[in-house]
C-alpha cells in the first residue's frame, strides 16, 4: 500500500537535546512538508521540499532543521534552539506544488519533559 | 483579518440534519481550495478540492465565491461518522503559500 510513515508516533524531549521525527513516503511524490498544528491554530509550514537536496523555509522554520537526501525521505531535527517544541508535528507529500492535494502522514506528538 | 477564518463550533446537529460551514480568506488572489477532514488526534484528510463551477461528492457539496471571497461546505443527511474537525484549506500563487484555517468541528448526535 502507498503511503506515508511517521516514526515515533510520541516523542519525549528533555531540555537542551536534538530529538530527529523520522517521515517516509512511498507515493513517488516530489514534494514533502512540514506542519506544526497546536490547539486552536491552523496547521503551520515549517520546511518544504520539492525536490532532492533543495528545501525552502517556511514560516516557522527558527529552532528546525530538514535534509533531502532522498526522494522518499524528509527527517525533521527538531534543534535544542526551538523554546516551545510541545505540538504535533504532520509531514505530508504532493504530486507538485504546494498547490496541489497534500497527503499527510500519521503525526508524531513531541513532548517536552 | 486573518488569511483564512472558519467558525470554530462546535455544531451540534441531529443525524440526518443538513449543515453548513462557510470559510472567508483574506487574499482575492487565492485560486486553489480545499475542505481536508480531521479526525480528534489523527492526520487530515483530503475530503474534497472546490472547483469555481462548484462541485459534489455525495453528500457532500462545496461551492466557491470568488466575489464575496468564501468558500462553503454542505452536509446532508449527516451521519455520526461524519463528527470531525473540517479544515479550510487555501492556496495563493503569487506568494506560493498554502494557508489553513482552524478548524470547525462538527458534532452529529443520534
Known amino acids: 500500500d502507498g503511503g506515508i510513515t511517521q516514526s515515533p508516533k510520541y ?30 491554530q491552523g496547521l503551520r509550514l515549517i520546511y518544504y521540499s520539492q525536490i532532492v537536496n533543495d528545501f525552502q523555509k517556511g514560516d516557522i522554520a527558527e529552532g528546525y532543521s ?21 505540538a504535533f508535528y504532520l509531514c505530508a507529500s504532493s504530486g507538485g506544488g504546494l498547490g496541489e492535494t497534500q497527503y499527510f502522514g500519521p503525526g508524531t506528538r513531541l513532548l517536552v519533559l | 483579518r486573518k488569511e483564512v477564518e472558519q467558525d470554530p463550533g462546535p455544531f451540534n446537529v441531529p443525524e440526518g440534519a443538513t449543515v ?20 480528534c488526534r489523527k492526520e487530515p484528510k483530503l475530503l474534497m478540492s472546490v472547483y469555481s463551477s462548484g462541485n459534489e461528492d455525495g453528500r457532500f457539496t462545496a461551492q466557491l465565491n470568488r466575489a464575496s471571497q468564501y468558500i462553503s461546505l454542505l452536509i446532508r443527511d449527516s451521519k455520526l ?26 458534532k452529529v448526535e443520534l
Open chain 1, 11 to 40: 516523542l519525549f524531549r528533555k531540555e537542551g537535546q536534538n530529538v530527529t521525527l523520522s517521515c517516509e513516503q512511498n507515493l513517488n511524490h516530489d514534494a514533502m512538508y512540514w506542519y506544526r498544528q497546536d490547539p486552536g
Open chain 1, 66 to 86: 530538514v535534509s533531502r537526501e532522498k526522494k522518499e525521505s524528509f527527517p525533521l531535527t527538531v534543534t535544542s534552539a526551538q523554546k516551545n517544541p510541545t
Open chain 2, 20 to 39: 453548513a460551514f462557510n470559510c472567508t480568506y483574506s487574499n482575492s488572489a487565492s485560486q486553489s481550495f480545499f475542505w481536508y477532514r480531521q479526525d
Open chain 2, 81 to 106: 461518522s461524519d463528527s470531525a474537525t473540517y479544515l479550510c484549506v487555501v492556496f495563493t500563487g503569487g506568494g506560493n503559500k498554502l494557508t489553513f484555517g482552524t478548524g470547525t468541528q462538527l
